[in-house]
């Protein structure tokens, strides 16, 4: 299971009568060090933004399933001078290391429709009735109607042997290559020892570089997990990838890896005697999750602990995440707008339920883990809140008021940003709130402004502001004057008449520093306006109709 693996496998798990002191131990040597700071991933401080009217924010801690042993946490564990037994006596609670029940395991490497193999040296194909033949270095094609077309006689399966590593795909594997075919696809099923299995295993899950002591902690949560895991009523044990653990043959393999592999050979974490489903993932984010908690399933050994060293991960604590509520609101069917989500903790600290509440009054409720799947969050430790800036009028006269309305729903402390035209984003006032997180704010904005909601490093709700030049004008017969406001120079003035359903330039001509305007022209009766368009971070306006009797 990998460092960015979501899905949680538990399998069939049962209560178990447990026994051991690992975890005591370790808890002791925890207290005893307790005066050690762990380092702390760098913070972030760049601003997430989106400009969605209305957002759910996401904050929290870890990545992946939280059961077990947190990867990250075991790193640091080994930097802290804990043994690997320690290591994994803290994460399984009241488990013993014993001896593997299997030596030799069959790994999924591919199904398709054809299938490609190859050697770098002399290798033998052997058949179902124990036939052999002896192929020269190179590659062979299969196909799903005749395994083999250079030898027709040999009955599948087929067992392809070499002295060195056969290559599938392009990638060489140890061990023995099975091929069966069902007649329509070519299935090639990798026959390798278990230890020779978690060498292209360990490296694959954790990075080769990490502590000895965390090496091999992977390496006997690697071959229990497998172990605890194994398919049943198929032709092969394990797949190669994420549906059992990723395995990438002998590319993948490292010496450290290896050397962790070899110097816990055989071992397997035991819980009442049999192997234990040893569910690992990447970051807990300071705690550990527990199995019932996140299962409704209790088991004895997958319990919520303490996991004071995961803090160099970069996934300790995460967020904000920002999210378009009304695409998460389409996502999970609801009929109206998310108002709030309300979170149920379990013991764990993680998010046992979410009740999502929509701005209707009706709500849905979600597991922590399929609000996660649905959301493609980290982890099920999130903190959720619901920011919205809803839409302002789009144009509005100089000298005016308008009104911004929102809602923080975990009553957080929000402000308000602006920018106005040619300017930087400044900041506009913090926010009163209200008992449900409801703000009214009014905004006065002398040009063409936008606005936005900010917390912490989250901004959201970009909304615009246009405003338009306050126009004053009068019209006779022989033309029109007026003054526009704010004053500005050199801004066209046109004066239109009204023709059918539309207008017509009739003059036009441009302000004065003051503002002001005066056009000059022979009038027949009718009905006009004045159209300015001055820029300057002003939307073009118009004055109210004239009527000239």
Same mark, same amino acid.
């Given at each position: 299971?990998?460092?960015?693996?979501?899905?949680?496998?538990?399998?069939? $798990?049962?209560?178990?009568?447990?026994?051991?002191?690992?975890?005591?131990?370790?808890?002791?040597?925890?207290?005893?060090?307790?005066?050690?700071?762990?380092?702390?991933?760098?913070?972030?401080?760049?601003?997430?933004?989106?400009?969605?009217?209305?957002?759910?924010?996401? &904050? *929290?801690?870890?990545?992946?399933?939280?059961?077990?042993?947190?990867?990250?946490?075991?790193?640091?564990?080994?930097?802290?001078?804990?043994?690997?037994?320690?290591?994994?006596?803290?994460?399984?609670?009241?488990?013993?290391?014993?001896?593997?029940? /299997?030596?030799?395991?069959?790994?999924?490497?591919?199904?398709?429709?054809?299938?490609?193999?190859?050697?770098?040296?002399?290798?033998?194909?052997?058949?179902?009735?124990?036939?052999?033949?002896?192929?020269?270095?190179?590659?062979?094609?299969?196909?799903?109607?005749?395994?083999?077309?250079?030898? @027709?006689?040999?009955?599948?399966?087929?067992?392809?042997?070499?002295?060195?590593?056969?290559?599938? *795909?392009?990638?060489?594997?140890?061990?023995?290559?099975?091929?069966?075919?069902?007649?329509?696809? /070519?299935?090639?099923?990798?026959?390798?020892?278990?230890?020779?299995?978690?060498?292209?295993?360990?490296?694959?899950?954790? @990075?080769?570089?990490?502590?000895?002591?965390?090496?091999?902690?992977?390496?006997?949560?690697?071959?229990?997990?497998?172990?605890?895991?194994?398919?049943?009523?198929?032709?092969?044990?394990?797949?190669?990838?994420?549906?059992?653990?990723?395995?990438?043959?002998?590319?993948?393999? &490292?010496?450290?890896?290896?050397?962790?592999?070899?110097?816990?050979?055989?071992?397997?974490?035991?819980?009442?005697?049999?192997?234990?489903?040893?569910?690992?993932?990447?970051?807990?984010?300071?705690?550990?999750?527990?199995?019932?908690?996140?299962?409704?399933? *209790?088991?004895?050994?997958?319990?919520?602990?303490?996991?004071?060293?995961?803090?160099?991960?970069?996934?300790?604590?995460?967020?904000?995440?920002?999210?378009?509520?009304?695409?998460?609101?389409?996502?999970?069917?609801?009929?109206?707008?998310?108002?709030?989500?309300?979170?149920?903790?379990?013991?764990?600290?993680?998010?046992?339920?979410?009740?999502?509440?929509?701005?209707?009054?009706?709500?849905?409720?979600?597991?922590?883990?399929?609000?996660?799947?649905?959301?493609?969050?980290? &982890?099920?430790?999130?903190?959720?809140?619901?920011?919205?800036?809803?839409?302002?009028?789009?144009?509005?006269?100089?000298?005016?008021?308008?009104?911004?309305?929102?809602?923080?729903?975990?009553?957080?402390?929000?402000?308000?940003?602006?920018?106005?035209?040619?300017?930087?984003?400044?900041?506009?006032?913090?926010?009163?709130?209200?008992?449900?997180?409801?703000?009214?704010?009014?905004?006065?904005?002398? /040009?063409?402004?936008?606005?936005?909601?900010?917390?912490?490093?989250?901004?959201?709700?970009?909304?615009?502001?246009?405003?338009?030049?306050?126009?004053?004008?009068?019209?006779?017969?022989?033309?029109?004057?007026?003054?526009?406001?704010?004053?500005?120079?050199?801004?066209?003035?046109?004066?239109?008449?009204?023709?059918?359903?539309?207008?017509?330039?009739?003059?036009?001509?441009?302000?004065?520093?003051?503002?002001?305007?005066?056009?000059?022209?022979?009038?027949?009766?009718?009905?006009?306006?004045?159209?300015?368009?001055?820029?300057?971070?002003?939307? @073009?306006?118009? &004055? $109210?109709?004239?009527?000239?009797?």
């Amino acid at each position: 299971m990998g460092l960015a693996r979501v899905a949680l496998r538990l399998g069939v $798990v049962s209560a178990l009568l447990l026994g051991g002191v690992a975890s005591a131990l370790l808890a002791a040597r925890v207290s005893a060090g307790a005066t050690t700071t762990p380092t702390t991933a760098a913070a972030v401080s760049t601003l997430v933004t989106s400009p969605a009217s209305s957002v759910l924010e996401i &904050s *929290g801690h870890g990545w992946g399933h939280g059961l077990g042993l947190s990867q990250w946490g075991a790193y640091g564990y080994a930097r802290h001078g804990f043994t690997y037994d320690e290591i994994l006596g803290h994460y399984y609670s009241g488990t013993t290391l014993g001896p593997a029940p /299997v030596s030799t395991v069959r790994v999924l490497l591919a199904v398709g429709k054809r299938a490609s193999l190859s050697s770098p040296g002399e290798w033998s194909v052997s058949d179902a009735l124990g036939t052999k033949v002896t192929l020269a270095p190179g590659s062979v094609s299969l196909a799903p109607k005749r395994l083999l077309a250079s030898h @027709p006689e040999l009955r599948p399966p087929l067992t392809f042997t070499g002295e060195q590593p056969l290559v599938v *795909g392009g990638k060489p594997y140890r061990g023995k290559i099975a091929v069966s075919s069902d007649g329509t696809q /070519v299935q090639v099923v990798d026959l390798v020892g278990l230890e020779g299995y978690l060498k292209g295993v360990v490296p694959s899950e954790m @990075p080769s570089d990490w502590s000895p002591e965390a090496l091999k902690a992977q390496a006997v949560a690697a071959r229990s997990y497998a172990l605890a895991n194994l398919t049943k009523g198929r032709s092969f044990d394990l797949y190669g990838d994420t549906r059992s653990q990723v395995y990438g043959g002998v590319n993948a393999e &490292s010496p450290s890896a290896s050397a962790a592999v070899e110097a816990t050979k055989g071992q397997v974490v035991l819980a009442g005697g049999k192997v234990a489903d040893t569910l690992f993932f990447s970051t807990s984010g300071g705690r550990t999750a527990s199995a019932v908690d996140s299962t409704s399933v *209790g088991v004895p050994y997958l319990v919520s602990v303490a996991d004071p060293y995961d803090a160099l991960s970069p996934y300790h604590a995460w967020g904000p995440v920002l999210l378009d509520a009304a695409r998460v609101a389409r996502k999970l069917k609801l009929a109206a707008p998310i108002l709030a989500l309300q979170v149920g903790n379990g013991t764990d600290g993680r998010a046992k339920t979410v009740t999502v509440v929509s701005t209707d009054e009706s709500q849905v409720t979600l597991t922590g883990s399929q609000v996660r799947d649905e959301l493609d969050l980290r &982890s099920t430790w999130f903190r959720p809140a619901v920011l919205q800036l809803l839409p302002a009028a789009r144009t509005m006269t100089y000298g005016g008021a308008s009104s911004l309305h929102g809602r923080s729903s975990d009553a957080g402390p929000v402000s308000l940003e602006a920018k106005a035209a040619g300017l930087d984003w400044a900041p506009a006032g913090d926010l009163t709130l209200g008992a449900n997180g409801a703000f009214s704010t009014i905004v006065r904005p002398q /040009v063409t402004t936008q606005y936005r909601l900010a917390r912490g490093s989250v901004r959201i709700g970009l909304t615009r502001l246009s405003v338009a030049p306050r126009i004053a004008a009068q019209v006779n017969a022989t033309g029109a004057e007026g003054a526009i406001a704010p004053a500005v120079a050199g801004a066209t003035v046109a004066l239109q008449q009204q023709s059918g359903a539309g207008w017509t330039v009739v003059a036009s001509t441009i302000t004065d520093a003051s503002g002001a305007w005066s056009i000059r022209e022979s009038l027949e009766p009718g009905r006009y306006r004045i159209r300015c368009a001055p820029r300057h971070g002003l939307a @073009p306006g118009v &004055s $109210v109709a004239l009527p000239l009797p």
